[in-house]
């Protein structure tokens, strides 16, 4: 979490107006095999979610859309796409760190991930470093104000 938390961080430092999110796939043994931010803006891409584009990169490393054993490390509850997103790609874990009450769907509005009627369901381990990631967007927005 604290990679992820990282990346948020430098993030908040540049003039991007994309939240800073910053997310992390590790692989079966813990090395980390893919990082990104949100990168919405930038690319001018509603899907460039953190959380996709580290699991787009993991499949280009693994060469295979089945992530399994791997984990994704996000500084912010995924939303709905983005734990979609992970069910689809298979992952074994998600681990996040700020609770997301407006779009989260990972246990606060929705639970996307533990929805019975998917084929998987990875395990779900939130509120990681929660204060210190929640931080990061609170200060992204007040500094938008």
């Not at 938390?5 to 813990?30: H, I, K, M, N």
């Not at 280009?60 to 996000?74: A, I, K, N, Q, R």
Request: with cysteine.
């Amino acid at each position: 979490m604290r990679q992820a938390l990282e990346y948020a961080r430098q993030a908040l430092l540049t003039e991007s107006d994309d939240v800073p999110v910053g997310a992390v796939l590790l692989d079966r043994q813990g090395e980390h095999i893919a990082t990104s931010t949100n990168r919405r803006e930038e690319l001018t891409d509603p899907t460039a979610h953190a959380e996709v584009m580290v699991l787009r990169e993991g499949a280009l490393v693994l060469d295979d859309t089945h992530l399994s054993g791997c984990t994704l490390v996000v500084t912010l509850e995924p939303c709905p796409m983005c734990a979609g997103a992970a069910a689809l790609a298979r992952v074994d874990r998600v681990v996040f760190g700020a609770w997301n009450p407006d779009y989260g769907a990972a246990g606060s509005t929705w639970d996307v991930l533990r929805d019975r009627r998917l084929s998987h369901r990875p395990e779900v381990v939130g509120g990681v470093l929660a204060d210190e990631c929640g931080q990061v967007v609170k200060d992204f927005f007040a500094r938008r104000r």
